[in-house]
């Protein structure tokens, strides 16, 4: 099966709150692809922060359940918006609803056929 890999940054918020965010989003993920390897990544080495982007590997079976645990996520921090940076180009998400989701499912998608 092909692996693909995602890296979500936090955007227009503060460090501390990237953190946090990061570490609800990546429990979100595990819950709903436990067979996603979700690691913390720090912006910058020389910060003593546990990382404020999200790097997930999974195979293309499960990138509808990352999109949508990524949906469920972002229903509960609807102020908060994410870019998924790929080779493809990067994807932003913000002011999530039922029809967000679907089109992140789509992009996800689409790039993981790519």
Known sequence: MDQYTYLITFDDISSADANQYAQELREFVLDA????????????????????????????????SLAQAVGNWLQRRQSVSLTFKRPEGDVIVQNVNNKTVLKLTELLLQNAKE
């Open 33 to 64: 692809v436990p067979d996603a390897n979700v690691q913390r990544k720090r912006s910058d080495l020389r910060t003593q922060d546990w990382g404020t982007i999200l790097e997930i590997v999974l195979g293309s079976a499960s990138v509808v």
